[in-house]
């Protein structure tokens, strides 16, 4: 038969008692944070998961600070191009205005002020901070405005290429100055003309493509020869004679040659030369303004001269303005990426929280409940433990 003594007894209701009252501390204080893991004790494989979505949380928002500091730089260059094509949208205008012929020497230096003036303010876009103690233009890496105003021409000093933010998505927080605004595709960007010698009132146009497969990349010489009136022209290729030799010329009629249609209007003299060669993309900006500005301030032209100027000025301000455009576009491309990159960031971040959530945070309705539950298990223990203190032996002799 076993005995059990008054100690026992009272041992037995206070360790009850005592893990009763431990379990509605755990559960106060999980009612307090809101939270069913406080600790890795209260459930090992809940509080590792949670850490891996912590984890992945914190992944998400260093990739959402790249993200927006790549907006931040697209926008503001994006806006920066915008402004640099107004400007030289208003050289166009500029430089079609100063192509009338009936304008003076005077009234062309005007012009040509104000195109200076458009180079300065291109200059400084070209060198706007990006507002974190860099450039936009820089390339990957500047640490001075990139473009130098360097006599003979503005060169960039910053290092070629894209800077980009550190991860998988490879967004740009600085642009290559050098290839967005010194590299633009000289002449019509296949082939570019030119005007070698001109005495006569001939001049050129910028030429198309009429026949791509037929193209060489060879450089062509157009040479004219006026005896009595009747013009006639020699083409060479490469410096060598072609076939097509002593041509009857015919003002304003394309020449074609080797896939390429230009075409010479006015009445060329002898000895007047035009020269067809490969284009390139070394066309700058400033170049093109400063060419401009040089014709328009060089005084005593004749009229055939001054429109000659104006076409080759028009071709390369739209070449320009071309590029540009494009990496306009390309900053607008980007933003729209940004954009997707951004929603799906917030995705992750939304799966990340939730995922931490259903591995640690607590059910508050079950938990009210299960609370309420150990109260009646406390109290009941409570009152069990009372109980017992009164049928020790002293008390029931005393009774």
Same mark, same amino acid.
């Given at each position: 038969?076993?005995?059990?003594?008054?100690?026992?007894?009272?041992?037995?209701?206070?360790?009850?008692?005592?893990?009763?009252?431990?379990?509605?501390?755990?559960?106060? %204080?999980?009612?307090?944070?809101?939270?069913?893991?406080?600790?890795?004790?209260?459930?090992?494989?809940?509080?590792?998961?949670?850490?891996?979505? /912590?984890?992945?949380?914190?992944?998400?928002?260093?990739?959402?600070?790249?993200?927006?500091?790549?907006?931040?730089?697209?926008?503001?260059?994006?806006?920066?191009?915008?402004?640099?094509? !107004?400007?030289?949208?208003?050289?166009?205008?500029?430089?079609?205005?100063?192509?009338?012929?009936?304008?003076?020497?005077?009234?062309?230096?005007?012009?040509?002020?104000?195109?200076?003036?458009?180079?300065?303010?291109?200059?400084?876009?070209?060198?706007?901070?990006?507002?974190?103690?860099?450039?936009?233009?820089?390339?990957? $890496?500047?640490?001075?405005?990139?473009?130098? !105003?360097?006599?003979?021409?503005?060169?960039?000093?910053?290092?070629?290429?894209?800077?980009?933010?550190?991860?998988? *998505?490879?967004?740009?927080?600085?642009?290559?100055?050098?290839?967005?605004?010194?590299?633009?595709?000289?002449?019509?960007?296949?082939?570019?003309?030119?005007?070698?010698?001109?005495?006569?009132?001939?001049?050129?146009?910028?030429?198309?493509?009429?026949?791509?497969?037929?193209?060489?990349?060879?450089?062509?010489?157009?040479?004219?020869?006026?005896?009595?009136?009747?013009?006639?022209?020699?083409? /060479?290729?490469?410096?060598?004679?072609?076939?097509?030799? %002593?041509?009857?010329?015919?003002?304003?009629?394309?020449?074609?040659?080797?896939?390429?249609?230009?075409?010479?209007?006015?009445?060329?003299?002898?000895?007047?030369?035009?020269?067809?060669?490969?284009?390139?993309?070394? #066309?700058?900006?400033?170049?093109? &303004?400063?060419?401009?500005?040089?014709?328009?301030?060089?005084? %005593?032209?004749?009229?055939?001269?001054?429109?000659? !100027?104006?076409?080759?000025?028009?071709?390369?301000?739209?070449?320009?303005?071309?590029?540009?455009?494009?990496?306009?576009?390309?900053?607008?491309?980007? &933003?729209?990426?940004?954009?997707?990159?951004? !929603?799906?960031?917030? *995705?992750?971040?939304?799966?990340? *929280?939730? *995922?931490?959530?259903?591995?640690?945070?607590?059910?508050?309705?079950?938990?009210?409940?299960?609370?309420? %539950?150990?109260?009646? $298990?406390?109290?009941?223990? #409570?009152?069990?433990?009372?109980?017992?203190?009164? /049928?020790? #032996?002293?008390?029931?002799?005393?009774?």
């Amino acid at each position: 038969m076993n005995r059990v003594s008054t100690l026992q007894a009272f041992d037995t209701s206070l360790a009850q008692l005592q893990k009763r009252q431990v379990e509605m501390s755990e559960m106060q %204080n999980q009612l307090t944070t809101g939270k069913r893991v406080n600790r890795a004790s209260d459930d090992p494989t809940a509080a590792a998961r949670a850490e891996r979505a /912590l984890a992945s949380s914190a992944r998400v928002d260093a990739d959402q600070r790249g993200v927006d500091a790549s907006k931040s730089f697209m926008s503001l260059t994006e806006s920066s191009l915008g402004d640099a094509n !107004d400007l030289l949208q208003r050289a166009r205008e500029l430089v079609v205005q100063a192509g009338n012929a009936g304008l003076g020497d005077s009234e062309r230096k005007n012009l040509a002020t104000e195109l200076q003036g458009i180079r300065s303010q291109l200059l400084t876009i070209a060198n706007r901070s990006d507002g974190a103690n860099g450039y936009l233009f820089g390339g990957q $890496g500047s640490a001075q405005a990139p473009f130098i !105003d360097a006599p003979g021409a503005v060169q960039f000093r910053g290092t070629g290429g894209e800077a980009k933010i550190a991860g998988t *998505e490879g967004l740009p927080i600085a642009m290559d100055g050098g290839a967005t605004w010194l590299s633009a595709r000289t002449g019509n960007g296949v082939f570019e003309t030119k005007v070698t010698t001109s005495t006569g009132s001939a001049t050129i146009d910028v030429g198309s493509v009429v026949n791509p497969s037929a193209l060489t990349g060879s450089t062509y010489d157009i040479q004219f020869t006026n005896t009595a009136g009747v013009v006639t022209y020699s083409v /060479l290729k490469d410096g060598a004679a072609t076939a097509m030799t %002593n041509v009857p010329y015919q003002a304003g009629t394309a020449m074609q040659i080797d896939g390429m249609a230009v075409t010479v209007s006015g009445a060329p003299a002898t000895g007047d030369a035009f020269k067809i060669v490969p284009s390139s993309s070394t #066309l700058s900006v400033f170049d093109t &303004l400063d060419k401009t500005v040089s014709d328009l301030s060089t005084p %005593n032209k004749r009229g055939p001269q001054i429109t000659q !100027d104006s076409i080759m000025n028009l071709r390369n301000l739209d070449q320009v303005m071309g590029r540009l455009t494009t990496a306009r576009s390309d900053a607008g491309v980007t &933003l729209n990426r940004i954009d997707g990159v951004t !929603d799906r960031l917030g *995705e992750q971040k939304i799966s990340a *929280e939730t *995922e931490k959530s259903n591995a640690q945070d607590l059910d508050m309705v079950q938990a009210i409940s299960d609370f309420q %539950n150990k109260q009646s $298990g406390y109290d009941a223990a #409570l009152k069990s433990y009372s109980m017992v203190q009164r /049928l020790s #032996l002293f008390q029931y002799l005393n009774g």
